[in-house]
């Protein structure tokens, strides 16, 4: 008792849902950039989620937990997102001119991420010049885990923190994408 | 415990081929279109305030058969549902589909919703905008009507 709904109907009905601004989170799957599959997604706020090949499914629920329920794939509210991330991706774009919306993180991540966003490209940092650029010396392992949670990776570019002693430690994305990205900003060689 | 909302895109995607599906057959498929995007819209609309993900099917049929009632009050003054849109196999629907031309509109929805969508007269009393017990009576008065027309 269903109907094929065509993709013209399909995408008329998305794209009016974002502009009568009736969604908690716009977003949409980016296959096959240089870094792998990433999800993006979009409030009326600002990018509020990256993800590294994410699973539709486990992403979607986390999307409607934290940020509300009405969550739908558009393409749309996501384009300049896009845009700026293939910008970055081929070399030709060293600062992003998004808004970022964090307002779901708790306090001390957030002031840890505004930090974060003053780290420029092709610099990196440690976890404990971090820790003590926001007042608390001794936070480096919290730090650690602020960056491993960081909702909006590569604007939030939580891969120019590496560890005291010039290892790379860890990522999100697996250590192979932060080594990526460090060497296209030229941070390594 | 009652099962969570989902996310907006599973809601959607479960149950848009079915309601395109309805109101294609109610509607002719071009006037279904745009009553596709109202009848999700309005659930878009409405999302927030559901306080679990039970009954989503019943519950955007009723938001479509709504939307239909609406398109019918508003092109037909005297009431009488529009032309059927030529579709092909279904079941329930269908078979009830003929059956039901000659009706008056509500008992016509009653009827409809009841044995060819197994909604509940609760639900259906809130497509039509007014009472469960109302709703019964539609279906039953519409029931009678038809079992009188087959003699």
Redesign the interface.
Known sequence: ?????SPA??E??RT??AA?G??DVAYDILTDTAIGDLLVGVSDRGVCRITFDPEP?VE??R??RLH??????VSKPVERVRIELEEYLAGSRTHFDLDVDIRVVPEFHRVVLEELARVGYGSTTTYGALAAKTGHPNAARAVGTVMNRNPVPIVLPCHRVIGANGSLTGYGGGLARKEKLLRLEGAIF | MPAA??????F?ETH???V???L?RRLGRERA?DA??ET??RA??A??R?EHGEHLRAWVLTIASRIVVDLARRQRPQGELPELGS??D????EELAPLTDGLPPKERAAVVLRYGYDLGYDEIGSALGSTEAAARQAASAGVRRLRKEQQ
């Open positions: 008792m269903s109907t094929f709904v109907l399909d008329r009905f009016a849902a009568e009736l969604l499914e979607l629920e999307l409607a509300g329920p009405r969550v739908l794939r | 909302v989902p996310p907006f895109e599973t959607y848009r081929a079915e395109f599906g309805f294609g279109e596709f995007q999700f819209l878009l609309r999302y927030p559901l579709e092909d279904r079941p329930a629907f």
